[in-house]
């Protein structure tokens, strides 16, 4: 199913929902290079708009997050994405099929593959993984504006 990209009305209070974007993929493979597509099109809705490296940083955890569950799990795949108002983060959310949790592999810089959950960790404020009755959900929290410093 895919449900395209677009904004919701505004409230009664004059602030306007997330904007948001859907897709399920019988696998995931195909849907990788589409993942990143939608991250780029959404991100470009956004008023205002993050700088370049925000978008990359956003389009790298989609694919990481796609390609594990394309990887790792038989059947279907989903992604979601949630650009939430204000335009400082988008939440990025990939169910599959399999009840196991992502694992972080310790960094070795000789290994091909298994870096992308490090690389997640790194680029995402946040990660949560949610068991459900026929697979996980791994949620991620993107920021698209510099943190202040406190």
């Known amino acids: 199913m895919d449900i395209p990209l677009r904004t919701h009305a505004t409230t009664t209070r004059g602030r306007t929902a997330p904007l948001r974007y859907s897709r399920t993929w019988d696998t995931g493979v195909s849907g990788i290079g589409e993942a990143r597509d939608a991250v780029a099109a959404l991100l470009a809705r ?6 370049r490296r925000p978008v990359q940083d956003a389009q790298l955890v989609v694919s990481e997050l796609v390609t594990n569950a ?7 795949c989903a992604l979601g994405l949630e650009l939430l108002p204000g335009a400082t983060e988008l939440r990025i959310t990939v169910t599959d099929t399999s009840r196991e949790p992502p694992r972080r592999r310790p960094p070795d810089p000789r290994r091909i593959g298994g870096h992308g959950l490090n690389l997640v960790k790194m680029l995402a404020r ?8 026929h697979g996980k959900r791994v949620t991620a929290t993107v920021p698209l504006v510099p943190a202040t410093a406190g």
């Open 126 to 133: 946040s990660l949560e993984v949610t068991r459900l009755p």
């Open 46 to 51: 956004a008023c205002p708009a993050p700088g």
């Open 70 to 76: 394309a990887k790792h799990a038989p059947g279907p």
